[in-house]
């Protein structure tokens, strides 16, 4: 697998970089970048990717490799940051906006007896755990239309109200009952799309109070066969986490030498990249 994604992988990043202004130093924010993807697509620490050694299976590489130091301190500089999302968006920007999106979160737990002070207990799958997770909304593109690493512990719905304002175009955001609230509906449709969210099962009714007439137009579109067959697409949330994690240098439980913020959201970031490639390989290959 990594033999295929990665000629891909360096095309892409190598394309986005010569639109991009160059950052100060002695090596270019392309190294930086490639070093971070080339140590996340083997599944090993940045400081493995640092060694001429270990880049021998291929010939697309730096001439000279930065030190562990100095990759832990351009990694986090503002034009590497830059150049990286300029990256996604070129990964994201693989068609047309699509009408139906996803909204959901994905737990990235860590061990419970672990040091990190960024990692916290929350929710997590089949019950409490530690560590983080990836709030994403997903359609049937390659890479996230929006998303966030946060601490476990923070609710899924107030992390959509950064997520929302980032959405192109118009359409619908499915989502689970969690996110049956009226700000949510209120926002989204300030954003031009409607929010469908499932009431929560507690719920006997609407209450006395006012509601967002989004909202109540949710209600409505839920208990019309157009509603119902709309928000079946939300299982193709399931199967874009599920396809995510599912490959060899994919986005599985986060290794012990991913820990802090920082860390997490740099990991995840390429392994969401390396899984956009890996979709639109595929996805030429079928056309």
């Not at 239309?145 to 118009?170: C, F, H, W």
């Amino acid at each position: 697998m990594e033999c295929e994604l990665w000629p891909k992988l360096y095309a892409l990043v190598r394309s986005v970089a010569k639109t991009q202004k160059r950052g100060r130093g002695r090596y270019s924010d392309l190294v930086i970048v490639l070093v971070l993807l080339w140590a996340a697509l083997h599944d090993r620490p940045i400081c493995w990717a640092c060694e001429m050694r270990h880049w021998k299976t291929t010939r697309l590489r730096p001439a000279v490799l930065p030190s562990d130091s100095t990759m832990s301190r351009r990694l986090e500089s503002p034009s590497v940051i830059g150049l990286r999302k300029a990256i996604e968006q070129r990964a994201r920007d693989f068609g047309e906006a699509p009408l139906i999106k996803i909204l959901d979160g994905k737990p990235l737990p860590v061990g419970g007896c672990t040091k990190d002070p960024d990692a916290k207990r929350g929710r997590s799958a089949g019950g409490m755990g530690r560590g983080y997770k990836l709030h994403a909304i997903w359609s049937d593109r390659p890479f996230p239309d929006a998303y966030e690493i946060r601490p476990m512990n923070q609710n899924e719905s107030n992390v959509a109200k950064t997520l929302i304002p980032r959405l192109a175009g118009t359409g619908y955001i499915l989502a689970d009952n969690q996110y049956d609230k009226n700000p949510l509906y209120e926002l989204a449709g300030l954003h031009r799309h409607q929010l469908v969210a499932p009431p929560r099962k507690k719920r006997k009714g609407l209450g006395h109070h006012k509601h967002s007439p989004h909202r109540l137009h949710a209600l409505e579109l839920l208990n019309r066969p157009f509603g119902r067959e709309l928000f079946q697409f939300r299982d193709t949330i399931e199967r874009s986490f599920g396809n995510a994690t599912s490959f060899g240098g994919g986005l599985a439980p986060l290794p012990s030498w991913v820990r802090r913020s920082h860390r997490v959201i740099r990991w995840t970031w390429a392994k969401l990249l390396i899984n956009a490639v890996r979709i639109r390989e595929h996805k030429r290959l079928a056309a």
